[in-house]
Structure formats: structure tokens, C-alpha cells
């Protein structure tokens, strides 16, 4: 495992020891910065379900894509594909990782280094560049 991975995942475990869903607290900071997401999830009475596996596949495709499983890519690229057709555009759905680590980062405080904050960083980084380019030019707007 990487030297990335391990930190995300040392973040994942010190964020589980604070909070019991850290996805309440990542989609309540998405639904302040982009309140038309909220009604995406209209087909379930609180959305609950359905934030906490999106949540659970956001983490888990930037663990595998560190790990250099190509699996992740397939399933980025399919979400990506997904969403994009829900009105959800491609600097929108790149953006939802970064709000997943600046909510960790407002979870751990003093906790959050600089090396987790690079890790997390490369780790969005090299998973959006390995992805968002599927449909060149296309915002969705």
C-alpha cells in the first residue's frame, strides 16, 4: 500500500472514532455549496441510504485508483456518466471529492496534517485526471 493510501486510510479510522456517518456531515456541507443536489435523492424519503453509498463508493474508488486497480476508473467513469445525465456536471462531480476532504479536514482539526492534506490531494487528483475527461467540453449546463 502507498504512502497516500495509508494516510487516507489513518484518516478514514481517526474521522470513524469521531463521528458515526461522516456522509451526513460531507452531504450537508455538497447541499450548502449546491442546494439543486438535494433533490436528486427524491426517490427516498431522507436520502440517507442512497448519500451513504455514494459516500462509501467515493472512498473506496480513491483507495483502489491509489492502489492502481483499474476497476475504479470503470466505475468513476460510469458515475460520472450518471450523473452527468442527472444534470450533475463533470467540475460539479469532481468537486464532491474535494468537499469529502475538506469535510474530513473540518472533522479532524488539528488532527489534519499537511502530508494527509497531500495525500487526499493527489489522490483526487490523479483519480479526476485519470477520469474527467470522457466528454471534452461538456459542462452539462
Do not use: C
Not at 20 to 32: G, K, N
Not at 77 to 105: A, C, M
Amino acid at each position: 500500500m502507498s504512502d497516500a493510501a495509508t494516510l487516507i486510510l489513518e484518516s478514514l479510522d481517526r474521522v470513524a472514532e469521531i463521528t458515526d456517518d461522516p456522509s451526513a456531515q460531507v452531504y450537508e456541507r455538497l447541499f450548502t455549496e449546491y442546494p439543486e443536489f438535494k433533490q436528486l435523492f427524491r426517490h427516498e424519503s431522507s436520502g440517507e441510504l442512497a448519500r451513504q453509498n455514494m459516500f462509501r463508493v467515493t472512498v473506496v474508488a480513491l483507495l483502489e485508483h491509489l492502489e492502481g486497480k483499474h476497476s475504479s476508473l470503470t466505475m468513476v467513469n460510469s458515475e460520472r456518466i450518471n450523473h452527468f445525465h442527472l444534470g450533475v456536471p463533470n467540475e460539479k462531480f469532481n468537486r464532491y471529492y474535494e468537499v469529502v476532504r475538506d469535510t474530513f479536514q473540518d472533522i479532524l482539526g488539528d488532527d489534519w496534517t499537511p502530508q494527509t492534506q497531500n495525500a487526499w490531494n493527489d489522490a483526487i487528483d490523479g483519480l479526476v485526471g485519470a477520469t474527467g475527461g470522457w466528454q471534452d467540453g461538456a459542462s452539462g449546463e
